[in-house]
């Protein structure tokens, strides 16, 4: 793998520190024109386009009902509220899994967990795996990541087909920030470093045609300047703070792209690998089940133009199908997928005519799942699955079916009245499905996932993560 620059310590550009001068000093909004306009024959003809560039900000532990452009009356997220609303948003996304790993190797392959079989600390993404960013690689593209989760690290089998993929050089933020996150271990650096990073790479890069991706981290360590908004001393207050801090690292990203003449040929994509509890179940944080507030997350596709009004897909999917239709809009596959381009239901809702088949992406069976217990191999594991149809959510605990929950979420979507007892026939239908769901996974490459040994190190830099990890 050719790493170049990207893997050195890179020399900190001036127009870079001006940058983010700006950043601690205001609140500036991506608020100029920079696209042209257009709509559903403009989307369908990015496929024959040679120029475009993709930018995919994945943003750790982003609750959508934490965001404006999701219902939110904080203004948490005044820049990406502009940005969804000239783009397309897809209002009921799931998350495959509450924790990292076991959610990014669904979203990356386009696979559900029981099927790639990456649930355990110590699962590796198989080389014969089919990443994106090989898709990407392959087409053409120059491919880079930058990342701060341990859990999406080489060592895990997560840089296939980047021509790039780093943790950035820590140390170089320029913003007085506060940490509300109860860890005792901070993770090192913070997004300034990445942003500031992402942005050298368009300098070094920008007349490439390129695919970018971005794994944004403080979100997840409640991390925030003291130029956010003062929501209150709570945990929840901490992380609408750094949700904020969040969204101007973005909205100064989106400024360099325009000052480099790149936002009308990217393509940019905000999607999250799962949420954060607070009480709503009775626990804070994530990766120990799959209630909504966990699994609820945003992905909103922005186009290299502006589209008057929106578009909001209404239509619940998840993350599983977030590649396929990025790849299908710029004329790709990913090889293998489960998940499905969701252009059909895009074009629906712009007022299109969408193609012959797109009834099969309604109704869908939509799963989730985690393995409790999966940070320590040495002990027995709790599996949950997750199953949405309709409006029905179940969660069915494969070890004791007795704690099996059914949610309506049409009437209940906080789901907090379990009717597991009272509606037998939708419990034994789903439950069913679940079942149906684990014994016929199959792995789609033949093989099943490597197991890595972790050493001292990356277990602390894990461990700072907040998990409770052993070997």
């Known amino acids: 793998m050719s790493r170049g620059l990207l893997q050195s310590p890179w020399p900190y550009f001036a127009g870079a520190a001006l940058l983010f001068v700006l950043l601690v000093a205001s609140q500036i909004q991506v608020d100029r024109p920079a696209r042209p306009v257009g709509g559903a024959e403009e989307l369908l003809a990015l496929r024959s386009r040679n120029d475009l560039n993709v930018v995919f900000l994945l943003v750790d532990t982003l609750r959508a009902d934490r965001l404006g452009s999701y219902g939110y009356q904080r203004p948490t997220t005044p820049n990406l509220d502009q940005l969804a609303a000239g783009g397309i948003l897809f209002e009921r996304v799931r998350s495959q899994s509450s924790w990292t790993?076991?959610?990014?190797?669904?979203?990356?392959?386009?696979?559900?967990?029981?099927?790639?079989?990456?649930?355990?600390?110590?699962?590796?993404?198989?080389?014969?795996?089919?990443?994106?960013?090989?898709?990407?690689?392959?087409?053409?593209?120059?491919?880079?990541?930058?990342?701060?989760?341990?859990?999406?690290?080489?060592?895990?089998?997560?840089?296939q087909g980047f021509d790039s993929y780093v943790r950035p050089v820590a140390g170089r933020s320029r913003a007085q920030l506060q940490r509300g996150n109860p860890s005792t271990h901070p993770l090192q650096g913070t997004d300034e470093d990445l942003t500031t990073s992402a942005i050298e790479?368009?300098?070094?890069?920008?007349?490439?045609?390129?695919?970018?991706?971005?794994?944004?981290?403080?979100?997840?360590?409640?991390?925030?300047?003291?130029?956010?908004?003062?929501?209150?001393?709570?945990?929840?207050?901490?992380?609408d703070q750094s949700v904020n801090w969040t969204d101007r690292l973005i909205a100064h990203l989106v400024e360099a792209l325009i000052e480099r003449d790149l936002l009308a040929k990217t393509i940019l994509v905000l999607a999250s690998d799962h949420g954060e509890a607070f009480n709503e179940h009775g626990s804070e944080g994530h990766a120990r089940n799959l209630y909504r507030e966990v699994a609820h997350v945003p992905l909103i596709l922005v186009p290299p133009f502006e589209i008057e009004g929106g578009i909001r897909v209404s239509e619940p999917v998840s993350n599983l199908d977030a590649f396929p239709t990025l790849l299908d809009l710029v004329g790709l596959e990913l090889p293998h997928a489960e998940?499905?381009?969701?252009?059909?239901?895009?074009?629906?809702?712009?007022?299109?005519?969408?193609?012959?088949?797109?009834?099969?992406?309604?109704?869908?069976?939509?799963?989730?799942?985690?393995?409790?217990?999966?940070?320590?191999?040495?002990?027995?594991?709790?599996?949950?699955?997750?199953?949405?149809?309709?409006?029905?959510?179940?969660?069915?605990?494969?070890?004791?079916?007795?704690?099996?929950?059914?949610?309506?979420?049409?009437?209940?979507?906080?789901?907090?009245?379990?009717?597991?007892?009272?509606?037998?026939?939708?419990?034994?239908?789903?439950?069913?499905?679940?079942?149906?769901y684990v014994d016929g996974a199959t792995s789609p490459w033949g093989v099943a996932p490597p197991e890595v040994k972790l050493n001292e190190l990356q277990l602390g830099q894990l461990r700072a993560l907040g998990y409770a990890v052993e070997q």
């Open 101 to 159: 790993k076991t959610s990014m190797a669904s979203l990356w392959t386009g696979t559900r967990p029981a099927v790639n079989g990456i649930l355990e600390s110590q699962h590796v993404v198989p080389d014969e795996a089919v990443l994106p960013a090989e898709v990407f690689q392959q087409a053409g593209y120059r491919t880079a990541g930058l990342w701060r989760n341990g859990w999406v690290a080489p060592n895990f089998g997560f840089d």
């Open 201 to 239: 790479f368009l300098d070094n890069y920008g007349h490439q045609r390129f695919f970018l991706y971005l794994h944004y981290m403080d979100v997840h360590q409640y991390l925030y300047d003291d130029k956010a908004p003062s929501f209150g001393n709570s945990y929840s207050d901490a992380y």
């Open 339 to 436: 998940g499905r381009s969701l252009v059909p239901l895009i074009l629906e809702a712009a007022g299109a005519t969408a193609p012959e088949g797109s009834d099969g992406l309604r109704g869908r069976p939509i799963y989730t799942q985690i393995n409790r217990g999966w940070g320590r191999p040495k002990t027995p594991k709790r599996p949950l699955v997750g199953v949405r149809r309709g409006e029905w959510q179940m969660f069915h605990d494969l070890a004791d079916s007795s704690r099996d929950e059914l949610y309506d979420e049409a009437s209940d979507p906080g789901q907090q009245r379990n009717l597991a007892s009272e509606r037998a026939q939708e419990v034994a239908e789903l439950s069913s499905l679940a079942k149906e």
